[in-house]
């Protein structure tokens, strides 16, 4: 199998159709889907796309995304969706916060499905066999069967022996409608009321990892995971009883996510990324782009394409879409440079080539006329009568002409055995038109006509006698625009008049012509770009910038619109506006500039690349709709938004144009931008915003996008803010008086809440410095016991000993002093890290076994400003904090960083931005607080628990000593996390 798996991968890479960027398209929180991070997905029986997102499901309605709701119209909760399926009967299901939920086909709307009992848990998502709904449940730590009847679950026996490997437990439906039940390599499929097991699968480590379901009517699929040869993705049919099959093998590997489409298709994704796909031959290994996170789910669109569920949003792959097509010779030769190209009515395609005149075969090949010179050709031209003529431009001068009798070479005209012909025109009458170079150093160019098959050089005046001619175009009227190298010539009724080019490109050589609206003509001059010619043989600029520029080739199609064809790419003139098509659209090369339209198909030559045709019928299709968003105002300014797509991503977001306009007015010009602000003033009362988009070849909106929405009066003209003098005047003052008395009151209260706030923390912060004067009395009284001290060794004497003590007490005292009776700290740098490091083994005994702690501390010394013994009773307070509130399990964590606050931080926490700051974090696993109980933790009356924590008000007091501060953010998700910034001492300080 590695074999068939090496050979696809090279055919993909030759074949090149399913692997362009532009097959992938993206979905995001910008087309409404709830989240990024994708599970699941499903198709419903009616073709719509569902999603299972981390914040909740949504369903595609071909544009955007689209929000569950129930049955009163509420949007679901924005909870996490890890299962969703559709069945075939049409009813999607998907678990959400541990409740079932079904949409059932043709509705929007989600209803809530009953338990088998209040305490029996889904154990996946229920399925809908020939004969009833089942499901699986844990109920009690074991797991049941039920089939549900008349809205009641009722419980089944388990096939064999029961569940042996509970997490491989799944139900599918089979393709004949049978149910199928997995558990391990247990696997039972229930015929006519029974469970008849399935071989070769009964027993064995592994499990069967996916039932991919069907893909068609004749084939359904399994992926199974196992040590032995059962590994691999196995087949069966449908008709009598047929065996499974091993159809692929990947060596170790076994695909999670699996899909299977119709026409024996398949797509798998490995767990390296690889991206397997099948359409009945040999397994290929395609490329998807590196932009496509891991994949999660895959499951088949109702025309063959594959929406897969990743983790950066949904992305949807065009499988079965068609846009170019290329034929070129087998090796690099000069067929691939193409020169010409003509369409038949038949449908027949002819380029002239660099290496002779190609056909194009039905395995997309060029293959070159034996019977024609193998040199350069540069024209070729169906006549109306079904003759293939062929111009000429190497060794082999003139024109050439096929007809039932074969090939024949035309030199029967005065000069065209040395010109060669350049381009064939058809006429509106169906007359043949040859232009021609000079070849040689006795070439002459010229211009011939071909009547009744007889070929007869075109009277040209002096002034265009020698020159060479590049292209020919013929209005309604019966004028004719020849572009040569001396300028464009007008002619009617044998008369010529040159046409005056703008200054600044009278130099410029018409390469290529059009007739476009109005009768006006289009002329690609090289290397200026674009103009157009009017009747009265006025120029005028075609359209605005960007326009193709360089050697460009001009077509008109017969649906109005104007192809443009140069080194940059393929071109497309519409409303006025040029857009390129880049490789988006799937271009193989940009280097194009033979361009012709014909049966709705775009086909263009390349510079060494064959032939290309566009199917343009795809993108003629893709009508796109715009989403307005409300507008915002802020500090006055109007920004307006808004976004554009086509149904199911058929042309890019970002390669669609838009316009818009106020209140029926005009409209601004084509840009790619989604954000407009308008530049003039907005009246104070409601608008409408009307939006239009665009794709490159032209097609708009049906209708525009409206929006209103309404422009605020400022607040001082509003008509409660216009308050008489008087009235102000009065209101003022009382407010004044008002705001003094309260001013007075509130400081007396805070001065006699913060006294009463220090007497009470003085007992509840000496219960805390118990168990330290306890151990500092413990070290006097050892010492204390001793001999008197050696008379050579004063320093560690125990008398050195107990004054070390009595001077630890002292600190330890003098701290509570510094609060209780605002006396001033001494502060000092202090090795934060080093004192750490001191108490990690005090702090870990106050936390019984449960209560896991993690130490981060720098291996080298963080200093601070501060005082040791103060820090030391900051840290056991916080550590008996955390003791209270994680019980007896949790984790503990301190933390010790260096951090660089910015202004507007440091002026929120109250510090000095120009210092710098050393960050202490102590946080804990317990119960979330919610924002107003953070903001209210360091309150003495405030509880975070069964009493008052009078304690964090002496972490606060000190830190704001240390010209520090505290900070606890609210955490929805859980915990509690003191940041205590320090103040780092100046440099040079010791």
């Known amino acids: 199998m590695g074999g068939l798996i090496a050979i696809g991968w090279h055919a993909a890479l030759a074949q090149g159709s399913l692997v362009e960027d532009w097959r992938w398209v993206r979905y995001g929180v910008e087309e409404g889907l709830p989240s990024t991070l994708v599970h699941a997905v499903a198709r ?8 299972a997102t981390e914040r909740g499901p949504a369903w595609f309605d071909g544009y955007r995304w689209r929000r569950v709701r129930d049955e009163a119209g509420h949007v679901l909760p924005a909870a996490r969706t890890l299962a969703l399926a559709a069945t075939e009967d049409g009813v999607v299901h998907f678990l959400l916060e541990g409740e079932l939920w079904q949409v059932l086909d043709g509705d929007t709307h989600a209803h809530r499905v009953p338990r088998l009992s209040p305490m029996a848990d889904w154990a996946g998502l229920p399925v809908h066999a020939s004969d009833a709904n089942w499901a699986i449940f844990a109920d009690s730590g074991k797991f049941k069967l039920a089939r549900r009847v008349d809205e009641v679950w009722l419980i089944e026996p388990w096939p064999g022996v029961g569940p042996r490997e509970t997490r491989e437990l799944r139900l599918q439906v089979g393709a004949n409608g049978h149910l199928l039940l997995s558990s391990g390599l247990e696997l039972w499929e229930r015929r006519d009321g029974r469970w008849v097991p399935q071989p070769p699968f009964t027993g064995g480590a592994g499990g069967v990892t996916r039932f991919a379901g069907r893909g068609d009517t004749d084939r359904e699929w399994m992926v199974v995971r196992g040590p032995d040869e059962r590994q691999g993705v196995w087949t069966r049919g449908l008709r009598g009883n047929a065996p499974w099959q091993k159809v692929a093998a990947f060596g170790v590997e076994v695909p999670p996510v699996f899909a299977a489409g119709p026409g024996a298709t398949a797509v798998g994704i490995l767990d390296a990324g690889d991206f397997l796909y099948t359409d009945g031959s040999p397994w290929r290994r395609l490329l998807m782009p590196s932009s496509i996170a891991p994949v999660t789910g895959a499951v088949f669109g109702p025309a063959g394409n594959v929406w897969f569920a990743t983790r950066s949003g949904v992305v949807f792959w065009r499988r079965v879409s068609a846009r170019w097509s290329q034929w070129r010779a087998a090796a690099a030769t000069p067929a691939n440079r193409v020169n010409g190209i003509a369409v038949s009515a038949e449908g027949g395609v002819v380029a002239a080539t660099a290496g002779g005149v190609a056909y194009l075969e039905p395995d997309e090949r060029l293959r070159i006329d034996a019977g024609l010179p193998t040199v350069p050709f540069t024209a070729v031209a169906w006549s109306r009568t079904g003759a293939l003529w062929a111009g000429s431009g190497g060794a082999a001068a003139g024109v050439f002409e096929r007809t039932h009798a074969g090939w024949r070479h035309r030199t029967d005209a005065p000069g065209l055995e040395r010109a060669g012909i350049h381009r064939i025109v058809i006429g509106l ?4 038109w040859l232009l021609g170079l000079p070849l040689g ?16 050089a075109w009277p040209l005046p002096p002034e265009l006698q020698g020159a060479r001619f590049f292209d020919m175009v013929e209005d309604s009227s019966g004028a004719r625009w020849f572009g040569t190298s001396r300028g464009v010539a007008h002619e009617r009724q044998g008369r010529f008049t040159m046409v005056a080019l703008p200054a600044g490109r009278t130099k410029d050589i018409p390469f290529s012509l059009a007739l476009g609206d109005s009768e006006q003509v289009l002329v690609a001059l090289r290397p200026s770009g674009v103009v157009q010619i009017a009747r009265d043989l006025r120029v005028a600029s075609v359209a605005r910038d960007p326009a193709p520029t360089g050697q460009v080739t001009v077509h008109r199609a017969a649906d109005g619109r104007t192809w443009a064809a140069n080194a940059d790419g ?21 280097n194009v500039w033979p361009i012709v339209a014909a049966s709705g198909d775009l086909y263009v030559g390349t510079m060494g690349a064959g032939v290309l045709r566009l199917r343009t019928q795809e993108l003629y299709t893709a009508t796109p709709r715009v989403f307005p968003q409300a507008p915002r105002i802020v500090d006055g300014t109007l920004t307006l938004r808004w976004s554009a797509a086509t149904e199911r991503g058929a042309v890019p977001s970002e390669d669609l144009q838009t316009r818009w306009r106020i209140d029926g007015g005009p409209w601004s010009a084509w840009s790619t931008t989604d954000v407009a602000t308008p530049e003039f003033h907005i009246p104070w009362r409601r608008h409408t915003l009307a939006v239009e988009a665009r ?14 929405f309404a422009v605020p009066s400022p607040p001082w003209w509003r008509r409660s803010v216009l308050l008489t003098a008087a009235a102000l005047v009065s209101a003022l003052a009382w407010l004044t008086v008002l705001l003094v008395r309260r001013r007075r009151t509130q400081e007396i209260l805070a001065r006699r809440v913060r006294e009463a706030d220090r007497l009470e923390l003085v007992g509840s912060f000496a219960a805390g410095m118990a168990h330290e004067l306890n151990n500092l009395l413990t070290v006097i009284s050892m010492n204390a016991e001793l001999v008197e001290d050696p008379p050579d060794s004063e320093s560690s004497s125990p008398s050195a000993e107990i004054q070390r003590a009595v001077r630890q007490a002292a600190g330890q005292l003098k701290s509570v ?5 605002d006396l001033a700290l001494v502060l000092g740098p202090v090795d934060l890290a080093e004192l750490l490091r001191a108490r990690r083994d005090e702090v870990d005994a106050l936390f019984p076994e449960g209560v896991h702690t993690r130490w981060t501390i720098p291996s080298e010394p963080v200093m601070v400003m501060a005082e040791s013994n ?8 916080l550590a008996e904090h955390t003791r209270a509130r994680l019980g007896d399990a949790g984790t503990f964590d301190v933390s010790l960083q260096t951090v660089r606050l910015d202004t507007q931080r440091s002026a929120r926490l109250g510090l000095d931005p120009a210092a710098g700051h050393i960050e202490l974090v102590i946080a804990d696993s317990g119960e979330a607080l919610s924002e107003e109980q953070a903001r209210r933790l360091f309150e003495p009356a405030f509880p975070t628990r069964e009493r008052p924590d009078s304690g964090l008000v002496l972490v606060q007091g000190l830190m704001r000593r240390f010209r520090g501060a505290v900070h606890v953010p609210s955490s929805p998700d859980g915990g509690l996390a003191f940041h205590l910034y320090f103040v780092a001492p100046p440099s040079g300080t010791h």
């Not at 009458?429 to 043949?432: A, I, S």
């Open 44 to 51: 419903g029986s009616n073709g719509t796309i569902w999603a």
């Open 429 to 432: 009458d169906g007359t043949l």
């Open 441 to 456: 150093a006795n070439g002459r160019g010229g211009v011939w006509r071909v009547t009744d098959e007889r070929i007869e």
């Open 570 to 590: 393929v071109w497309v003139l519409a409303g006025g506006v040029w857009s390129k098509l880049t490789r988006a659209f799937g271009l193989p090369t940009p």
């Open 695 to 708: 794709t490159p070849i032209g097609v708009t909106t049906r209708e525009p996008a409206v929006l209103t």
């Open 817 to 821: 002093l510094a609060y209780t009776r």
């Open 870 to 877: 103060a820090i030391a009773a900051i840290l056991r307070t």
